[in-house]
């Protein structure tokens, strides 16, 4: 199993920017195809960015061109770079790790966009 902390939330203004990270205690980091979640109360767990463990990268329509997802493969850590923040990407983030079947998930870190 997998253990992932998220951190780098905060209450930030919309245009504002955070950066995430996620450290995953694991050997072979490298191998793991990782990805950010982000879920609001009572909705569904929905992904924002994916990165795979030859660096190839995907994200959501919604964030495209706002935010970077990123990994560095010696530090065990993934990260979500997000610029241009607005009210609707407020929500509660998660780190996810992938090697095949198996999948573990972060705690989660809140991020607030608001004036």
């Known amino acids: 199993q997998v253990q992932l902390v ?3 939330g ?19 980091f490298r191998l793991y195809d990782m990805a950010w979640y982000r879920q ?14 030859t660096g190839v990268t995907d994200y959501a329509d919604s964030v495209k ?6 990994r560095d493969n010696d530090k065990n850590t993934m990260y979500l770079q997000m610029n241009s923040l607005e009210s609707e990407d ?3 983030y998660y780190c996810r790790a992938g090697l095949g079947a198996r999948v573990s998930w972060g705690q989660g870190t809140q991020v607030t966009v608001s004036s």
């Open 40 to 53: 609001d109360p009572g909705k569904q767990r929905n992904l924002v960015a994916s990165i795979s463990n």
């Open 65 to 70: 061109g706002r935010f970077t997802i990123s």
């Open 6 to 8: 998220e951190s780098g």
């Open 90 to 92: 407020t929500a509660v």
């Open 10 to 28: 905060a209450l930030v203004q919309p245009g504002g920017s955070l950066r995430l990270s996620c450290a995953a205690s694991v050997s072979y």
